[in-house]
């Protein structure tokens, strides 16, 4: 929770930067942690959309595809893959 609170903390600030490395910080400790899961899920939900943000495609996805491991049928996650993608996409074309 503190992680997470932390990353929210420099989101809030306007610093995807810093919250996406707390982010990925605070992933690794909830996944330690079986009681920690929905902790984990909301740490993930920060962490997708500030790579997504920043458009860190490959972190971006990677959390996506993290989440619906968890869950496959988790809308966020499907859109914000799709989001993802669409993103890569229209640079791609530039």
């Known amino acids: 929770m ?3 609170t932390v990353g929210l903390t420099y989101d809030v600030l306007g610093d995807p930067a810093k919250a996406l490395n707390i982010f990925t910080v605070a992933v690794k400790e909830a996944a330690r942690e079986e009681e920690a899961r929905s902790t984990m ?3 993930l939900l920060f962490a997708r959309r500030s790579a997504l943000f920043l ?10 595809q993290q ?28």
């Open 55 to 64: 458009h860190q495609d490959d972190a971006a996805e990677a959390y996506f």
């Open 67 to 94: 989440a619906l491991a968890d869950d496959p049928h988790h809308v966020r996650s499907l859109l914000g893959l799709g989001t993802t993608y669409l993103q890569l996409a229209r640079r791609l074309s530039m």
């Open 41 to 43: 899920r909301a740490t």
């Open 2 to 4: 503190f992680w997470l």
